[in-house]
């Protein structure tokens, strides 16, 4: 069941690389990379390692861009095996990090060894992007690394995320685009008072329930080519002082927008608060934008992965902008053509995260194919 990728992830899974840990991941990574010829630079920006990895110095410069931290465990007596012990039953190696990303990068390092075994003198530039801030705030992560190299007029042409894309089967989907995220914690002021005396009170709970009802049938917009309509939804209601016969005197509710190019973070707020104005609540909204939505170029790195996707895995990949966010968002800004496209993401961050060997070795194929092609 063992292979050189099979080995490497097992390598990578068992550094116990906690956000923003990076925990001995890019060691690891550098000493693979040194030996193929790769100038290996340490960025530390924070508490938050990177690692930029070239080979060559001549356009176009690709990239392989991932993250080594994982999200935490939680109680890891849920796990069937030890979380950081890589484990491999029934054709799946299991480990936190096995789906979201270290396999992908253990991919990208083997497909890139065999590609330039074969291509030793290969016209352009590799690189690698590694952070250990994806998982966390990602402020000293991928962002801090593509200003310095803007700084330094390294111009990235092509990039692959190994993020988690595929659904069901390796090739099935590549992200080429990701939707914006928006943040909101309204608090909702009224007057505390006894249950039994609600005519000396204001309780925030009901004012609001049919505001809220409101935002969660609004249809904010219709989506476009490449997005899907955005989407609104409350992660955590709060209210009261614990007592049973008190009416609270706020209410905080937490809720998030994924939004589509078709709006701005500035036209949601705007469209949030006038909903609350309107109704005459007396209320406060902190706001915090976690990402903006960006779409990718498409030119000839999207055309060689859906060949590759066809050719090697079988599949007749679909262009998606859907999931959660990527660090992808801070390179396609930069006039960058990017793709994600990784092993299938539906035990990401679950306990017993785990992959299929068979999809592990045939990311490996695809990674090295697209290299062929894109430096052909």
């Known amino acids: 069941m063992t292979s050189p990728v099979v080995e490497l992830a097992q390598a990578l899974i068992a550094c116990r690389s906690i956000t923003p840990n990076d925990a001995g991941c890019q060691q690891i990574i550098t000493e693979r990379l040194t030996a193929i010829g790769f100038k290996c630079e340490s960025m530390l920006f924070g508490d938050v390692d990177n690692l930029w990895a070239r080979r ?29 012990t890589p484990t491999i039953r029934d054709g799946n190696l299991y480990g936190r990090g096995a789906t979201d990303m270290k396999t992908a990068i253990a991919a990208m390092i083997v497909a890139v060894e065999k590609f330039i075994k074969h291509h030793p003198e290969f016209p352009g530039s590799i690189a690698f992007l ?3 801030d994806e998982e966390g705030p990602s402020t000293d992560g991928t962002q801090k690394v593509i200003e310095t190299l803007q700084k330094r007029g390294e111009q990235i042409d092509y990039c692959i995320v190994g993020e988690a894309s595929s659904e069901k089967h390796i090739g099935d989907r590549i992200r080429i685009g990701r939707r914006g995220s928006l943040n909101g914690k309204l608090t909702v002021r009224g007057i505390q008072g006894h249950v039994a005396n609600p005519h000396l009170a204001k309780n925030p709970i009901h004012l609001s329930l049919l505001r809220l009802h409101e935002m969660v049938q609004t249809a904010w917009d219709k989506g476009n080519e490449h997005f899907p309509q955005t989407t609104f939804q409350i992660s955590n209601i709060h209210a009261g002082t614990g007592a ?33 104005r309107k109704h005459g609540l007396d209320f406060h909204i902190d706001w915090n934008v976690s990402a903006l939505p960006f779409l990718s170029k498409q030119g000839k790195l999207i055309n060689v992965v859906k060949h590759a996707c066809k ?17 992808g968002r801070f390179i396609a800004p930069t006039g960058t053509e990017v793709v994600e496209l990784g092993v299938c993401n539906t035990t990401a961050h679950q306990v017993d995260e785990c992959v299929s060997i068979k999809d592990l070795e045939l990311l490996t194929k695809l990674y090295e194919r697209i290299l062929s092609q894109m430096f052909s």
């Not at 009416?247 to 937490?254: A, F, K, R, S, T």
């Not at 050719?311 to 660090?327: F, P, V, Y």
């Open 130 to 132: 590694i952070t250990s």
């Open 311 to 327: 050719d090697i895995a079988g599949q007749d990949a679909r262009l998606s902008t859907g999931g959660g966010t990527s660090d």
């Open 244 to 276: 049973k016969n008190v009416i609270p005197g706020h209410l905080e509710v937490d809720f998030n927008f994924r939004f589509s190019n078709a709006l701005t973070p500035e036209a949601l707020q705007q469209r949030v608060e006038h909903l609350f």
């Open 56 to 84: 060559g110095t001549e356009a176009p410069l690709f990239v392989f861009a991932g993250h080594t931290d994982v999200v935490p465990t939680g109680p890891e007596s849920n796990w069937t095996s030890p979380p950081f």
